[in-house]
């Protein structure tokens, strides 16, 4: 008896909140067209389709808020958002799982660093201690640190 499986498997993978300028995206652009089997690659903004990545100079716009790029009639997406860059793939075989292990790597340098929940309780619990501190010294000191004017 042979099991067919009915919904494909899909998987997805963040690639996190990137700053991407164009040979970023040229980079990973030709990492996924190296893992499209056909090489046919759509790449496309909300108002444009490209052929290159180098097109995006070509836009008058300071900024694209989306890059989406797909292949294989879209069996692999890779999409540039304004909040998060992801990769998907349907029923990932070993060279899709290589493209996004690839990708992921080439994203790393580019990732921005969101502070820690643990930096953010900290810096709040230092500006509550420093309202405190102000508050039980009074507010004379401060006076007392401003220039006096002479008459």
């Given amino acids: 008896m042979v099991l067919t499986r009915l919904d494909p498997v899909v998987g997805r993978r963040s690639l996190g909140i990137l700053r991407l300028w164009r040979d970023?995206?040229?980079e990973m652009v030709t990492v996924f067209r190296e893992a499209v089997s056909d090489h046919d690659v759509l790449i496309q903004t909300d108002t444009y389709e490209l052929s290159t990545v180098d097109d995006l100079a070509l836009i008058d716009a300071?900024?694209?808020d989306r890059l989406i790029v797909t292949g294989e009639q879209g069996r692999l997406r890779l999409e540039f958002g304004p909040l998060e860059c992801q990769a998907e793939v349907t029923d990932p075989d070993l060279r899709a799982r290589g493209?996004?292990?690839e990708l992921t790597r080439i994203s790393e340098r580019r990732r921005r660093r969101l502070?820690?929940?643990w930096q953010l309780?900290?810096?709040a619990i230092s500006t509550?201690?420093?309202i405190i501190i102000l508050f039980k010294l009074g507010?004379?000191?401060l006076n007392s640190l401003s220039p006096?004017?002479?008459h």
């Fill in 24 to 26: 970023d995206i040229a």
């Fill in 62 to 64: 300071p900024r694209v």
């Fill in 99 to 101: 493209m996004l292990a």
């Fill in 115 to 117: 502070p820690k929940p």
């Fill in 121 to 123: 309780v900290s810096i």
């Fill in 128 to 130: 509550a201690l420093f």
């Fill in 139 to 141: 507010f004379s000191h």
């Fill in 148 to 150: 006096q004017s002479t």
